[in-house]
C-alpha cells in the first residue's frame, strides 16, 4: 500500500500547524488508496544540522540523523504542513529537509500552508528545494489565510471549500507517489 508522511513542519510554542496537521489527517484517514501516517518534527529532536558530510553522500553519523532517515525512506510521498515565516517555510522544515538526501529521491510531495497571504511564499520556497531533492511537487495547494481560516489568528476553522483543495491535494499527491514507484525500485 503507498504509504503518505503528512509532516508537521513547525516546532514554535502554541503552533497553529498542530491544528492544521490534525485537520489533513483527520481527512486522510477517510481514504482508502493509501496510508497516511502524521509525522510530527517535534518528535524528532534535530539540531541544527550537525552532519560533516553532505546528505548527497547517504553517510550520516548521528543517531537522530538515521533514525530520520529511516522514516522518511518509509514513504513513498509526502504532504507537508509548513507555516509563512519572514516570507518562507519555517527553520525547523527546512533543517530536517536538509538532513537527508535520497530518502526524498522520486517521491511525490504536495502543499498545506498558513500565513497572511495563505502560506504562498513558503511553498514557492519548498517547490524551489523539492526540485533540488528530486521530489515531484504536485500542483494541488492548500493555502490557508490566517484572516479567513482561523479565528483570532490562533483558532482553526478553516472554509468549507478547503476540503476541496485537499482532497485535490490528496489524489495528486497518490497518484504521482504510485507513478513514481518504478523509480524507486531501480
Avoid at 40 to 57: G, T
Avoid at 114 to 127: D, K, M, N, Q, T
Avoid at 169 to 176: G, S
Wanted: charged share 20%; glycine share 6%.
Amino acid at each position: 500500500m503507498t504509504r503518505i508522511g503528512i509532516i508537521l513542519g513547525s516546532t514554535r510554542p502554541g503552533r497553529n500547524g498542530e491544528a492544521v496537521a490534525r485537520w489533513v489527517y483527520e481527512h486522510a484517514s477517510r481514504r482508502t488508496d493509501a496510508e497516511f501516517e502524521l509525522v510530527d518534527l517535534l518528535d524528532y529532536k534535530l539540531p541544527h544540522l550537525d552532519e560533516a558530510i553532505p546528505p548527497s553522500l547517504g553517510q550520516y553519523s548521528q543517531p537522530h540523523t538515521h533514525q530520520w532517515a529511516q522514516k522518511i525512506a518509509s514513504f513513498d510521498g509526502f504532504i507537508m504542513v509548513t507555516p509563512e515565516y519572514n516570507h518562507s517555510t519555517s527553520g525547523a522544515l527546512k533543517n530536517a529537509i536538509d538532513f537527508l538526501y535520497a530518502e526524498w529521491n522520486n517521491k511525490a510531495v504536495g502543499f498545506v500552508s498558513y500565513g497572511s497571504v495563505g502560506g504562498a511564499r513558503a511553498v514557492e520556497h519548498l517547490r524551489l528545494i523539492a526540485g533540488e531533492l528530486q521530489l515531484a511537487d504536485v500542483r494541488a495547494q492548500v493555502a490557508l489565510s490566517m484572516f479567513h481560516d482561523f479565528e483570532n489568528f490562533s483558532v482553526f476553522k478553516p472554509g468549507d471549500f478547503q476540503r476541496d483543495a485537499l482532497t485535490a491535494v490528496f489524489d495528486q499527491v497518490v497518484a504521482w507517489s504510485k507513478a513514481l514507484a518504478p523509480l524507486r525500485a531501480v
